[in-house]
């Protein structure tokens, strides 16, 4: 039995193979594939960022020009409570101002009549 | 290759060198655990593709050469129970691949051996595939495996064990038939 040197043959029948000379060609067509796909990948992301950028900047410009009507029509408010006050203010002393000339008419009448 | 590999300088390595480099090895593993060309060849591919994939992880060409043979055996433990549960006959496949092989060999136990690696259990093929095609220790092994080293040693004792055995056998029959 040539079992004394049975790892020698075992070793000899796994010996390395050289690989079948299609491998490279189908392993480097594989890598250019997926390269390919990994760039049409990144630049459909590299497009999805950007609209997400464009959809987030024209949501500011929006939200900013919301809060700067609502800002403006406050102080508009603002402004015509502040004019109504006066006028309501104005039409006060005018009242005031006609009685006191009321007032003071009679006191005046008074005083001739007294005379 | 070691000698423009530098460590710590932000450089990829080369992925067309390590492969012409590699090719051989990672086919021949892969061949060694399915005992089918066409097979190893696919095995081969992925374990490439996947070297692409993790390129930049590599650190040296020693840690090149572990990475692909610790791959090359998984990616074939993988294929071989894909096999076994979608029920190839692997055996009649095993049988005409190396029936197309018989004239580069020199012995007739040499002829059979492959068959004969391809009954073994998966791990013990793996352990006795890394020792004798690529000349690893057990404690090597045991690190590409991951397997604790005392379990390599049983798995090399075992599968060689179980192989002279069936090679006895299978000689017996040859002798008898020539």
């Keep these: 039995m040539p079992f004394d040197d049975f790892e020698s043959e075992l ?6 193979r050289p690989a079948p000379a299609s491998l490279k060609r189908k392993v480097m067509d594989r890598r250019a594939q997926n390269r390919g796909q990994i760039q049409s990948i990144r630049s459909a992301a590299r497009r999805r960022n950007r609209m997400v950028w464009l959809e987030r900047i024209a ?3 929006v939200l900013a020009g919301v809060a700067g009507s609502a800002v403006v029509g406050h102080y508009a408010v603002e402004r015509r409570k502040g004019e109504e006050a006066k006028q309501q203010v104005f039409t006060a002393l005018r009242i005031t101002n006609h009685a006191f000339q009321v007032m003071n008419d009679r006191l005046q009448q008074q ?3 007294s005379h | 290759m070691a000698n423009d590999w530098q460590p710590g300088i932000e450089q990829l390595p080369d992925f067309e060198r390590l492969f012409d480099e590699h090719q051989s090895m990672v086919f021949s593993l892969a061949l060694g655990m399915t005992g089918d060309r066409g097979l190893a060849e696919e095995i081969a591919q992925d374990v490439f593709m996947e070297l692409d994939r993790n390129i930049a992880k590599i650190e040296s060409p020693e840690h090149a050469c572990f990475w692909l043979r610790r791959v090359a055996i998984s990616r074939s433990t993988d294929a071989l129970r894909r ?3 979608r029920g190839f006959g692997l055996w009649v496949e095993i049988e005409e691949n190396h029936g197309a092989q018989a004239e580069e060999r020199s012995s007739p136990l040499g002829d059979r051996i492959d068959c004969l690696l391809a009954t073994l259990p998966e791990a013990q093929r793996a352990a006795i595939v890394l020792r ?3 000349d690893l220790t057990p404690e090597e092994i045991a690190a590409t ?4 080293l005392a379990t390599v040693k049983s798995q090399l004792q075992r599968g060689l064990k179980l192989l002279r055995t069936k090679a006895e056998s299978q000689l017996k029959e040859y002798i008898r038939a020539v």
């Excluded at chain 2, 495996?145 to 604790?148: C, K, S, T, V």
Aim: glycine share 4%; no cysteine.
């Design chain 1, 11 to 16: 070793r000899e029948s796994l010996r390395r």
């Design chain 1, 59 to 61: 949501a500011s410009l």
């Design chain 1, 111 to 113: 005083d001739k009549d």
């Design chain 2, 145 to 148: 495996l991951g397997a604790p």
């Design chain 2, 132 to 134: 004798y095609q690529e």
């Design chain 2, 83 to 85: 096999r076994r549960t």
